[in-house]
C-alpha cells in the first residue's frame, strides 16, 4: 500500500486558517487521496477526498499538487472544534475500499 | 450519510471470556469493515465483513479469534474470543457505498471500549 507522511503535530490559533500537508511520494494513479479526522473519543469523521484536482465542501478544502505527490488539507477558520488527529489516507482504487491509516497530525487550536 | 452504532458501547471482560460486538446502521449498506485502536495508537483494520460469505480477515487477524458475522445489509457482529488484556482496544466499525469504493467516504461507529482484567 503507498504511505504517507503527515508532522506529528501542529498547533493553530482559533479563527486562523490552517494548513495540514501530507506527502505521497509512491501515489499511483488510481489512489485517491481521503482526509478523515478523529475527535478525542469518538470515531473517526470524513472531511473530504479527492483524485486529481482540488476540492472544496462545507469543513474544508483539499489541495493536491500538480504530480499528486503530496497534498494539503486547508481548515479556513480553525475553532476550538477542530482539535482532533487528521489522518491523510490513500485509497487504492481497485481495494474493496479499506482504509489503512497511519499516525496521523494532532492538531492543537489554542483560543 | 449513515448513522452506525454499536453495542456495547464499553466493556470490562475477564480474561478467557468473549465478547460479541454488534454494529447496526441505519441504512443498506455494500461494504463494513471492523477496525481495532489500540490505546494512544492509531486504527488498525481487522477484516472485511462480506454478507452472505466468510470475512476477509488482514494480517495478523484470524477468524479464530475474531469471527464476523454479517447476516444483512444493516448488521454485524465482532467476537472477540478468549479474551486477554493486550484485546483491551476500542473495536470500531465502519461502512462504505460502492461501487467503487475507494471514491466513497466511509462512516465510523462510535467505536466499543473493551478492557480486559
Known amino acids: 500500500d503507498a504511505k504517507t507522511t503527515q508532522p506529528n503535530s501542529m498547533e493553530s490559533n482559533e479563527e486562523e486558517p490552517v494548513h495540514l500537508p501530507c506527502n505521497h511520494s509512491t501515489i499511483s494513479g488510481t489512489d485517491y487521496i481521503h482526509w478523515y479526522r478523529q475527535l478525542p473519543s469518538q470515531g473517526p469523521e470524513y472531511v473530504i477526498h479527492?483524485?486529481?484536482s482540488n476540492v472544496n465542501n462545507r469543513m474544508a478544502s483539499l489541495a493536491i499538487a500538480e504530480d499528486r505527490k503530496s497534498s494539503t488539507l486547508i481548515l479556513h477558520r480553525a475553532t476550538l472544534r477542530d482539535a482532533a488527529v487528521y489522518y491523510c489516507?490513500?485509497?487504492?482504487?481497485?481495494?474493496?475500499?479499506?482504509?489503512?491509516f497511519g499516525k496521523g497530525t494532532k492538531l492543537s487550536v489554542k483560543p | 450519510s449513515a448513522v452506525i452504532s454499536q453495542k456495547p458501547s464499553r466493556d470490562i471482560c475477564q480474561r478467557g471470556t468473549s465478547l460479541t460486538i454488534q454494529c447496526q446502521v441505519d441504512?443498506?449498506?455494500?461494504?463494513m469493515f471492523w477496525y481495532r485502536q489500540q490505546p494512544g495508537q492509531s486504527l488498525t483494520l481487522i477484516a472485511t465483513a462480506n454478507q452472505g460469505s466468510e470475512a476477509t480477515y488482514e494480517s495478523g487477524f484470524v477468524i479464530d479469534k475474531f469471527p464476523i458475522s454479517r447476516p444483512n445489509l444493516t448488521f454485524s457482529t465482532l467476537t472477540v474470543s478468549n479474551m486477554s488484556p493486550e484485546d483491551s482496544s476500542i473495536y470500531l466499525c465502519?461502512?462504505?457505498?460502492?461501487?467503487?469504493?475507494?471514491?466513497?467516504?466511509?462512516?465510523f461507529g462510535p467505536g466499543t471500549r473493551l478492557t480486559v482484567t
Open positions: 465502519s461502512v462504505a457505498q460502492g461501487p467503487h469504493y475507494a471514491s466513497y467516504e466511509q462512516y
Open positions: 489516507i490513500l485509497n487504492y482504487g481497485g481495494s474493496q475500499g479499506n482504509l489503512i
Open positions: 479527492g483524485l486529481t
Open positions: 441504512s443498506q449498506v455494500t461494504m
